[in-house]
């Protein structure tokens, strides 16, 4: 019997053209869950995640901050503010391109995976519009509804890779015959994992290790709305991305049917 086959896909500037959690830093400012200094810190930390990436320090350091800061959020809160305005923050950043693979796994019958550092009530959103297959994010403690400040699973480095391992026990994955995506070089252990790894937007250290490797090296630049692409209906909701996505899945496989002849 043949295994299954997962595309992983990390979130950050390999499928969406910004950092996951400052996209949402202007709501969570709007309903006073952060203050003015927050959101400089944090159009600080993305500017520099934008320009070079994050080393290992500086995803701890972002990691200790952004504990510090939920602890006592009302998840369900957090959960409604991305709800609300994924559609008008996310869809307008999601790269067309990665679209374009997420489709061709998915025609080639491949799960696809969103794996992020990030939180999940901010990841498992726009995966679920992407019509990922499963998602594997961080997960903060909750206890009575709130946020403790505990982490308990982040998912970053090592992390991501048992994540993988374990959602492949479960669904019946081989790793060496799976595919991976992501840009830096914090998810050098990701990559490594599986049979198929290829560099999306890679930051210097990660672009030099996928030569060395001989890894693929893909460059992705085009965010584009799915909604104006499909001209979906204006909603608030995650299902109309998903419709679109299936459209552009149609769109594909007729794209490369005609190739084929």
């Known amino acids: 019997m043949n295994s299954r086959i997962a595309a992983f896909f990390d979130l950050d500037k ?10 949402f830093s202007k709501p969570f400012f709007a ?3 952060i203050n003015r200094r927050a959101v400089l810190e944090s159009s600080y930390a993305h500017f520099i995640f934008l320009l070079s990436g994050a080393d290992h320090d500086q995803m701890e350091r972002m990691r200790a901050n952004l504990t510090n800061m939920v602890a006592g959020w009302d998840v369900a809160q957090i959960r409604s503010i991305v709800a609300e305005t994924l559609h008008d923050l996310v869809d307008p950043l999601i790269y067309a391109e990665a679209v374009d693979l997420i489709a ?14 990030s939180g999940e009530e901010v990841v498992a959103p ?13 997960r903060m403690e909750v206890v009575d509804g709130k946020y403790t400040g505990a982490v308990d699973f982040y998912c970053y480095g090592e992390g991501k890779v048992t994540a993988m391992e374990k959602l492949s026990a479960t669904a019946g994955y081989d790793l060496s015959r799976c595919y991976a995506y992501s840009d830096s070089i914090t998810d050098l252990p990701m990559l490594s994992a599986v049979g198929h790894p290829t560099a999306v937007n890679p930051d210097r250290n990660l672009r030099r290790e996928a030569t060395a490797r001989g890894w693929p090296v893909l460059t992705f630049s085009n965010p584009v709305s799915l909604w104006s ?6 909603k608030t909701t995650a299902t109309g991305i998903a419709v679109g996505l299936s459209a552009l899945a149609a769109g594909a496989l007729t794209y490369r049917l005609l190739r084929r002849r």
């Open 126 to 138: 726009i995966a679920e519009a992407l019509g990922a297959t499963h998602t594997a994010a961080t």
């Open 14 to 23: 390999t499928v969406i053209a910004r950092s996951s959690t400052y996209v």
């Open 31 to 33: 309903e006073g869950l």
């Open 229 to 234: 692409r499909f001209h979906a209906p204006s």
């Open 104 to 117: 061709d796994h998915r025609i080639r019958g491949h799960d696809v995976v969103i794996v992020s550092a």
